[in-house]
């Protein structure tokens, strides 16, 4: 009986960044646009209006959160650089400190503390692999991890600007075909769900979720939200009509 094939694992640390920001920028604009859409629906039953307001929300949001993105990266970075310049200053002034803290760290996995000696007097002649051991096992920061703020910055703009967009596609049609706006609202609502019940599954590649669980958490948070902006649009007609707008 022929033994069937196990799967090599696949590790996906080094996309985490770049995905958890392609994770944030598309939900926002999914969800954070898409909820400003659907209030404004509930507000006016204005295509044009509602159309406007999502694309003022998708520009806003996208400058903002793209700009965010880039200044708590850059930040990120140079809290890392800093901790970094301190090590290196610690090795080649305290080289005694710094091999004892060595010898501890390997003690704490398991090893003799002979073992733990050799070992640290064996990393300690390279600065380079002293600075590495200290960074994993003190610090406990990893640089190479981290995309560059401008690349975050600006795929946090291009996926929250998408996600901004779909849900605006019916209005925009309907302002030029002219079909019923309630069907342009549920036209939106239902390609809101779908967009996120699509990423959500994909997303399971990273998360290890099943992609059905993936899916629903994606689409159930986008369901609230959604509900929860076209009522508050409803309220706010209720008591701020159109006419009586400026």
Excluded: C, W
């Excluded at 050799?118 to 380079?128: E, F, G, L, P, R």
């Excluded at 003190?138 to 996600?163: A, V």
């Amino acid at each position: 009986m022929q033994e069937s094939q196990k799967e090599p694992v696949i590790h996906y640390t080094e996309e985490a960044d770049t995905f958890r920001t392609k994770v944030f920028g598309i939900q926002d604009g999914l969800i954070g646009v898409g909820s400003i859409t659907i209030g404004a629906a509930g507000f006016s039953h204005d295509p044009l209006i509602v159309v406007v307001m999502g694309l003022i929300a998708t520009i806003g949001q996208g400058f903002s959160m793209g700009i965010g993105e880039y200044i708590s990266t850059r930040v990120r970075m140079q809290v890392i650089a800093n901790e970094i310049k301190k090590e290196n200053y610690e090795i080649n002034n305290f080289p005694e400190k710094e091999r004892d803290e060595l010898i501890g760290f390997y003690m704490r996995k398991g090893l003799g503390k002979e073992e733990s000696e050799k070992i640290a007097d064996i990393v300690m002649k390279d600065k380079k692999v002293t600075l590495n051991e200290m960074m994993m096992h003190e610090l406990r920061i990893f640089p190479e991890e981290f995309e560059n703020p401008i690349k975050l910055g600006f795929l946090m703009s291009l996926y929250l600007i998408i996600g901004g967009i779909v849900p605006l596609v019916p209005f925009i049609l309907s302002i030029f075909i002219k079909f019923d706006f309630y069907y342009a609202l549920l036209s939106s609502v239902a390609i809101i769900i779908a967009t996120l019940g699509i990423f959500g599954s994909l997303a399971t590649k990273y998360t290890g979720l099943h992609k059905s669980r993936g899916a629903l958490e994606q689409i159930s948070v986008g369901i609230i939200a959604l509900i929860g902006s076209y009522l508050g649009g409803l309220i706010l007609a209720h008591f701020i009509p159109i006419s009586y707008l400026p």
